[in-house]
């Protein structure tokens, strides 16, 4: 008995050090990401300005940053503040692989989106209809796994406050699709069949 506690001990400890070298990774690599995009914003170039939701830019980063630092808490410390409906080192684990996995892949969709990018909450018309790599199967990449960083946040911290973050992003998700997807249909004779032949967030499903 005395050797399975230790065993289980060891597992939930070396669990939290790759949980937390993950989320710490990815937080890092985020906001240096966000942080290059935006700055002195070269995004806007030539181009002409698009519908945007000027509020979501603090509201997200806000949410953002305080996920993280609850999760990455989560992963040490048993407090009051966190809310916490489990803890459990497998969701650990299976979060931060979620998180992961949301990452990696949101790399790949910048890397496509290239020069097109612009931020929701300071959108600009892209110069054209960006349609290979995750952009040929989801009009909305970048949102996908934007979104699958944060409910990776919610399920490795098991936080109902990190939970709320993620739904109120998801709100905002689909909120900023409306208006980006209306803006691209006027402006791109094309999009309306790009979107016959596409999801726009989730794949067979939405």
Request: hydrophobic content about 50%.
């Amino acid at each position: 008995m005395f050797a399975f506690d230790v065993f289980d001990t060891d597992l939930v400890f070396y669990s939290a050090i790759l949980c937390t070298t993950i989320v710490s990774l990815v937080f890092l690599g985020m906001s240096v990401s966000y942080t290059r995009k935006r700055a002195d914003k070269h995004y806007a170039g030539n181009r002409y300005p698009a519908p945007s939701v000027p509020g979501f830019g603090w509201i997200s980063k806000a949410m953002f940053i305080s996920s993280m630092i609850l999760t990455l808490s989560g992963f040490w410390v048993d407090a009051w503040f966190l809310v916490t409906l489990y803890e459990n080192a497998g969701m650990q684990l299976g979060g931060s692989l979620l998180v992961l996995f949301g990452f990696v892949n949101l790399k790949t969709a910048f890397r496509h989106l290239g020069r097109n990018y612009s931020p929701s909450f300071d959108a600009y018309l892209p110069s054209e209809l960006v349609t290979s790599g995750p952009y040929r199967f989801i009009r909305h990449p970048v949102y996908l796994f934007n979104l699958c960083v944060s409910f990776g946040l919610a399920i490795a911290s098991g936080s109902l406050l990190v939970m709320f973050n993620a739904l109120v992003g998801l709100l905002f998700v689909l909120k900023i699709i409306a208006i980006e997807e209306a803006s691209l249909r006027q402006h791109f004779p094309g999009y309306a069949v790009y979107t016959q032949n596409s999801w726009r967030l989730i794949p067979f499903c939405f």
